[in-house]
């Protein structure tokens, strides 16, 4: 009698161990949480660029100009310097004078470009090209159009290009919204912040329910996400795999 009440609370420990085993290996798989200060996440934009010898173009070579001025993105003002300089190319010539950065009383960062050109400058590839000299990095926007002669365009309007799209070193770029689960293990709260990686390279930063960039250096790199959570105080590293597509807006829900 003695061995069969043994037998029967082994096998009840062993089922009791195993039940405890299944919830923390599922846990486990769904993410690990260490406990730390809010945690400095960016994406390295540096480059290996020297400062450019783009020379200004011979004046006496075009009918015209036109006038441009083109205001730093947000993303980047963080990282211009004095040193920085801007231009704008035609076919890959060089047709503007290359221009420094003018710091307005908001700390706006724009550049002012007289571009020289032809009548016959239709359809030409133009690329505005921004060289950053704090990262060593030149970030190039291109597209076809024609010249327009005697214009001014940006001072009124306001031109805010995007030059982080013309990245070189991260070439494949997607616009991603993150949202959170019905259940999750922490109350969503303000100084949170959620972040894509490829490693421990940090490829793009954003908050709960709002787009922001994800930065690939191609379209198969496996995809993983942290969160911080000012609530717990600590970071959240999912094992959840984040794969875009070609489609340049997506949206995900977190799994916990």
Not at 170 to 183: D, E, G, I, R, S
Request: aromatic share 10%; charged share 20%.
């Amino acid at each position: 009698m003695s061995m069969k009440i043994d037998k029967i609370i082994v096998l009840i420990a062993a089922l009791t161990f195993m039940g405890c085993s299944s919830d923390d290996d599922e846990q486990s798989r769904a993410y690990t949480f260490v406990n730390v200060a809010l945690p400095k996440w960016s994406v390295d934009f540096k480059g290996n660029n020297s400062s450019p010898s783009w020379l200004a173009p011979d004046p006496t070579k075009y009918e015209s100009s036109m006038f441009i001025m083109v205001q730093l993105e947000d993303a980047l003002v963080p990282y211009s310097t004095d040193a920085d300089l801007m231009t704008v190319l035609i076919n890959g010539e060089c047709r503007a004078v290359p221009a420094v950065r003018n710091v307005d009383e908001n700390n706006n960062i724009s550049f002012v470009l007289k571009i020289r050109g032809n009548s016959n400058d239709r359809n030409v590839l133009f690329s505005l090209c921004y060289y950053c000299a704090a990262l060593n990095q030149i970030f190039s926007l291109e597209g076809y159009q024609s010249f327009a002669t005697e214009i001014t365009y940006g001072f009124d309007e306001g031109f805010v290009p995007s030059l982080l799209k013309g990245c070189p070193k991260y070439p494949v770029q997607n616009t991603l919204t993150v949202n959170l689960p019905a259940k999750a293990p922490f109350t969503a709260a303000d100084g949170d912040c959620v972040a894509v990686f490829v490693g421990n390279e940090c490829r793009g930063v954003g908050t709960v329910g709002k787009p922001f960039t994800v930065f690939r250096t191609a379209e198969n790199e496996t995809l993983q996400l942290r969160y911080y959570s000012a609530q717990k105080g600590g970071v959240y590293t999912l094992t959840q795999t984040v794969t875009l597509t070609a489609q340049e807006e997506q949206t995900i829900t977190l799994t916990f």
